[in-house]
Structures are given as C-alpha cells and as structure tokens.
C-alpha cells in the first residue's frame, strides 16, 4: 500500500500534531478525510455559531476533497459529530450539509459527543470518498 497526504495550504498544518487533513490508499483510491472544523490556518475558531460553523467546516471537506483530485459526489461515507446532541442542532445542520452534498447520498452518520477539538469548536465533519476517475 501506498500513501499519499493531503495538506491544502489554505487551511491549518496539522503537522505538528502529527495529522493530515487527508490520506489516500493509492492502491484503492481511497481518501481518508480527517474531521473538518472552523479553524483558521492559525488553529482559531471565529465563529461561534452552529450554522456558520457548519458551513465552514462544509467548505473545508470540499477544499480536502478537491486537493485529493475528487469531489463531494465522490463521498461514500460522511460523519457529523456534533457538540451535545445531534436532534438539537438539525434544524441548523440539515439544510447546510443537504446543500453542501447536492444529488450526492453517502453513508451517513450524526453523533452526539461531549467535546470536540476545541471548546469552541461545535461541529466537526469527517469522510470516506473516492478519488475521481
């Protein structure tokens, strides 16, 4: 097997902590996307909100995605943890991943957790996909 990492400059350089935004199985073409949060490339959140949040973290699954040569219609399975619980938060959520995704229908999963990377952070979205062929 080999890897390939995927560290867009646009967004912050997990190297120091020992991470990728992203990992690729060149042998399947399969991207490992690490979860994405609103964080500047100084490890900042700015926002404090769940939809600007969300939307945010939305963005930056894409600019992942298309740094490892695919796109949202490539996802086979997305991840969204989100701070507290989940059925609080869909009415802000649903409508901002349901627009981020378009015709694309991945495996879906929303989880409820206590903490995420940060404490302000408030949402952190994760995937599987493919690389384009």
Known sequence: MSIKRINPPSLY?????????????????????????????????????????????????????????????????????????VADHMEDIVPIIASTLGTSRPALTGIGVASLASPETLIEIEAVAKVAL
């Open 13 to 85: 350089d997990g190297t120091a902590t020992g991470m990728s935004q992203a990992t690729i199985d060149t042998d399947t073409g399969l991207i490992f996307i690490s979860g994405q949060v609103d964080w500047d490339t100084d490890f900042q959140t700015n926002n404090h909100d769940m939809k600007t949040q969300t939307a945010n973290a939305a963005k930056h699954l894409i600019t992942v995605l298309e740094a490892a040569n695919s796109s949202v219609e490539n996802i086979l399975q997305l991840r969204v943890y989100v701070r507290g619980e």
